[in-house]
């Protein structure tokens, strides 16, 4: 029995068009219901991806992993600066459950027809989310230091970082055969937001005095707890799918996806410090050099130069996906993607990325891609797809291939893994 | 066919693999470039503001006192002294009531004391203890009365009741002691009679506890006894005749601190004044001799003798009298100025000494007891000599080297441990005449150099100089820099100890011209950092 492929691909946009980070590294089109008794599956996965236009990987590696982060690998960083830098990470891992009330339609010759009515899912989410832009000279202060910056002012204007982490419960409920709706729940877990607006730190030539002029913003939410069971804000969002048709056999697809539209409210015990601030520092003044106590240097602590925290709720929108998805399919062993995203509420750049996928049998897929844009500037991602027994899929790849080969000079990296089963059985009507 | 259970298997733990990957912090090396402090020394901050003077243009002059001739604890001294009483029961046996008496009806008892000549008829004690030890031979408790009348406190004569345990039996007396303070008590020194002096009565009245149930025969050989002591009698005041004495002051020497901080070198002065002042705050005549006065270096060894007119000559000093405010008598005082014309006032201060030596000679009364036992004494006010200098800061010096230890406590600087190495640059700008070579030692707990820590050339250069007159004056200032280089082994040391002793030699410049130190001299101190900082998350 053949089955209509118009449906099965809204179908599977509509699942998981919506897993896709912003670098996307899970372009998931596995999970739709495709056997005649399938009547739920149950998908785990955990994914993770950085970037960034001017860290390397093998910079990240350190800075995640450890060690020590020598000049070598830092000049390979400076190498890629840019005037304007951007990094971001994500992190993802959840439990989802797709579940088919009904077998498919018989729509005459043999052929089966998904409906949107026979569907809905709801996935459990832990996700993970950092976004960060930031000037060069950002960079080579905190890696190398003011001492570079001798005589020179260091511009430290237009610093921005966000990082969320929150809980999402996310219903997806097809609205049509081509329409697509999700609903979400947020536990905010924690978030801290910094950014600098005008910035910057002159260091006299000889030493003598740090000027410092500083126009900031500091929030986090509350220390109180940290575990899993913080919950420090609420929020919701949306996802809306559109899909298109083109062509005799309709072998052209264009898909239209919008994902995370939504917000956290933070609770009232979030703390705000925001300061706009020049000052000039010339070391202590001692009054008794003969008498160098330690009273004489009282207010070492940088705490002195924080501004009292305010207590208020605050409200952060999420990074948002906007995606534009070209597919041309055949009914052979290859079929080719083009994409276009933007990111709302993220520091990640417009990405285009062009996949090939080569599906030589039902049990086995791989699809490789490349990809500019986003948090980096290129990679290639590669994926695989293995069927067991037409219950079990594995599916894994990696976010860039270049991160393995030269990771000095690539930036951009991330891998997820799923693991999906099938549970069949007998449809009555 | 896989089994679906040993891919569930593989997936999670590879999951849990990744999720549990071992990381370490990451660090990073970092330049830092930053100013540590600064800080101006001017004279004040060399010599304390209580040894400073300032004239009308400015010009700064050093005034030093020192008290160096103290008598107060040579001419009086009151020695412990123990006094043991006993009663008996003379010749026959007698039963005694509960209150019945044991010793005589009025037991009054004089005890004169010897003082060498000296004839106290009034006093007040600053400090003294009497310490009794009673003993009981009777089987009765013995209630003990004992009464000084001519030790009296805000008018009240000292006066007390003590029980005496009963003796366990015939054979085993028993003892009791009490300690008693006699602080602020005035004592009468002229006995019963008032008549005589140095003379302490006392009275004693022992009986049968009235509260005892019953009597009790006592025999001859029962005794009740008193051993009373008196200890570290200070008084605060006496008077009456202190008799005709020669007492030797010295030879001693005391402390000069005026220079303690010099280590070697010398100076010469451009003038200087001197006044060698005595006070007599007691009220007695006497003789005075100043037989030598003198300076010593110890560093050197250098001893300076004092060449001046009063020298060897009797000098006659009259009787203080009673201020009836404080101080408590009004002195008689005699100043002799000293300078470059009249003595060798000079030379003893440019011997940079730090002890100060005098033998006097004090005699006592020398013309007898003319004041009829009215001689008095405030143990704190006696006769001293004190020595003013003013030293203006007009001089030369010549490798003048000062040394200062510095107690510092860097315990609280967070993350220190990751300042590796570096260096520290002290930029100097010096606007006194002189210069100055400087080294800075750190120092264990013991004062043992562990390490000099400034890199030659050392010298903080003398500021511009011009003449004013027949001085020289700093005009402006001279930027010198030096340079603290620190690896880190050098840097973790500078950490963990906490003292640090400073150096340092001047020179004056144009010597043997004359600098002229004003009160606007000063060196600005800058000391910045170029380390390196292991950032450590």
């Known amino acids: 029995m053949r089955m209509k492929f118009r449906n099965s691909f809204f179908i599977a946009g509509l699942f998981f068009g919506s897993t896709a980070f912003a670098q996307d590294p899970m372009e998931t089109y596995f999970l739709w219901p495709s056997g005649q008794n399938v009547a739920t599956k149950v998908q785990t996965w955990a994914s993770y991806s950085t970037g960034s236009d001017m860290l390397t990987n093998g910079f990240v ?17 400076m190498k890629r600066q840019n005037s304007y830098n951007i990094v971001g990470a994500t992190a993802d891992l959840g439990v989802a459950g797709v579940f088919r009330f009904r077998k498919p339609d018989v729509v005459g010759d043999g052929v089966t027809q998904i409906s949107h009515k026979h569907f809905m899912s709801i996935r459990v989410r832990d996700r993970y989310r950092l976004d960060g832009a930031f000037g060069p000279e950002a960079f080579q202060l905190a890696f190398y230091g003011n001492r570079p910056f001798r005589g020179q002012t260091a511009d430290l204007s237009d610093i921005k970082f966000r990082f969320l982490h929150w809980q999402q419960v996310q219903l997806q409920i097809p609205l049509s055969n081509t329409t697509g709706i999700g609903l979400s729940v947020l536990k905010g877990e924690s978030f801290f937001k910094g950014e600098t607006r005008k910035a910057n730190l002159f260091t006299d030539p000889n030493g003598y005095a740090l000027n410092v002029n500083a126009d900031f913003t500091y929030q986090m939410s509350d220390t109180a707890k940290s575990s899993f069971k913080a919950w420090h804000g609420t929020g919701a969002s949306l996802d809306l799918y559109q899909s298109f048709y083109f062509g005799m056999d309709q072998n052209y697809v264009l898909h239209l996806a919008a994902s995370d539209i939504g917000f956290i409210k933070w609770s009232g015990q ?44 605050v409200t952060t929108w999420l990074p948002a996906t906007l995606q534009a998805t070209f597919l041309i399919r055949s009914e052979g062993k290859w079929n080719g993607m083009a994409r276009a995203s933007l990111y709302p509420n993220s520091t990640a750049r417009p990405e285009l990325k062009m996949t090939a996928m080569w599906k030589p049998n039902k049990h086995f897929g791989l699809r490789t891609s490349v990809a500019v844009g986003g948090f980096s500037r290129f990679r290639i991602p590669i994926e695989t797809e293995i069927a067991f027994a037409r219950k079990i899929y594995v599916r894994g790849g990696i976010d860039n291939a270049l991160a393995f080969i030269v990771p000095d000079k690539s930036g951009g990296q991330g891998a997820f893994v799923s693991l999906t089963y099938s549970f069949e059985r007998g449809y009555s009507n | 066919m896989i089994s679906s259970r040993f891919l569930l298997a593989i997936l999670f733990a590879s999951v849990i693999g990744i999720a549990s990957c071992k990381r370490d912090n990451p660090f990073w090396d970092t330049g830092i470039v930053a100013p540590i402090l600064n800080a101006s020394l001017t004279i004040d901050d ?190 605060e005041f006496i008077r009456g005749y202190f008799g005709s004495s020669t007492i030797a002051i010295g030879p001693e020497t005391t402390n000069f601190n005026l220079f303690q901080r010099i280590q070697s070198g010398s100076i010469g002065l451009e003038a200087l004044n001197m006044e060698l002042v005595l006070e007599n705050y007691v009220g007695m005549d006497a003789r005075v001799t100043l037989n030598d006065i003198w300076s010593t270096n110890s560093q050197t060894g250098n001893t300076v003798h004092l060449n001046a007119p009063m020298m060897d000559q009797p000098i006659n000093v009259d009787r203080a009298s009673y201020s009836f405010g404080f101080p408590p008598s009004v002195p008689w005082t005699q100043t002799y100025t000293l300078n470059n014309s009249n003595s060798n006032a000079r030379a003893l201060v440019e011997n940079l000494p730090d002890q100060l030596g005098y033998d006097v000679t004090l005699v006592t009364n020398p013309l007898g007891n003319v004041s009829g036992n009215n001689d008095f004494f405030f143990v704190d006010w006696a006769f001293n000599g004190k020595l003013r200098v003013e030293l203006p800061l007009s001089f030369f010096a010549s490798n003048i080297t000062l040394s200062d230890t510095i107690d510092y406590d860097f315990t609280t600087v967070e993350n220190k441990e990751d300042i590796l190495k570096g260096t520290l640059t002290m930029t100097a700008e010096n606007g006194f005449p002189f210069d100055a070579q400087i080294q800075l030692y750190l120092m264990d707990v013991n004062g043992t150099i562990i390490d000099s820590l400034i890199a030659m050339p050392n010298n903080i250069l003398s500021a511009p100089t011009t003449t004013s007159g027949s001085h020289i004056v700093a005009n402006g ?53 170029d380390f390196d900082y292991r950032v450590n998350n």
């Open chain 1, 270 to 313: 979030s703390q705000t410090f925001q300061k706009d601030t020049s000052f000039s520092y010339t070391g202590f003044t001692i009054d008794d050099l003969t008498n160098l106590n330690d009273s004489s240097f009282a207010g070492l602590s940088t705490d002195s130069l924080l501004p009292t925290a305010q207590f208020k709720s």
């Open chain 2, 477 to 529: 200032q001279t930027t010198s820099q030096l340079l603290i280089p620190l690896n880190e082994q050098q840097t973790q040391n500078l950490f963990f100890y906490n003292r640090i002793m400073i150096k340092t030699r001047f020179n004056t410049t144009g010597a043997p011209s004359y600098v002229q130190i004003y009160n606007t001299n000063k060196i600005d101190f800058r000391l910045t950092a």
């Open chain 2, 46 to 235: 060399i010599l304390p503001d209580s040894l400073l003077e300032t004239g009308s243009n400015g010009e700064i002059s050093v005034v030093y006192e020192t008290k160096f001739i103290g008598l107060s604890d040579t001419l009086f001294n009151i020695p412990d002294t123990t006094i043991d009483t006993a009663f008996h029961i003379p010749f026959f046996s007698l039963f005694l009531q509960p209150g019945g008496l044991i010793t005589p009806n009025n037991s009054y008892q004089q005890t004169k004391y010897s003082l060498n000549g000296v004839e106290i008829v009034a006093g007040k004690l600053r400090s003294g203890t009497m310490y009794l030890l009673l003993r009981n031979d009777v089987m009765r408790r013995i209630s003990f009365r004992y009464e000084i009348p001519s030790a009296t406190f805000n008018g009240v004569p000292f006066d007390t009741t003590i029980i005496i345990p009963a003796a366990v039996n015939t054979t085993t007396p028993s003892y009791i002691s009490a300690t008693i303070d006699l602080a602020g008590y005035d004592l009468d020194m002229t006995g019963l009679q008032n008549n005589i002096s140095n003379t302490l009565v006392v009275r004693y009245e022992a009986r049968i506890d009235p509260t005892e149930s019953s009597g009790i025969t006592i025999i001859p050989a029962d005794t009740v006894g008193i051993a009373s002591s008196f200890t570290g009698v200070v008084p």
């Open chain 1, 61 to 77: 590696n350190k800075l995640y992993l450890g060690g020590y982060i020598d000049d070598g690998l830092k000049s390979s960083v």
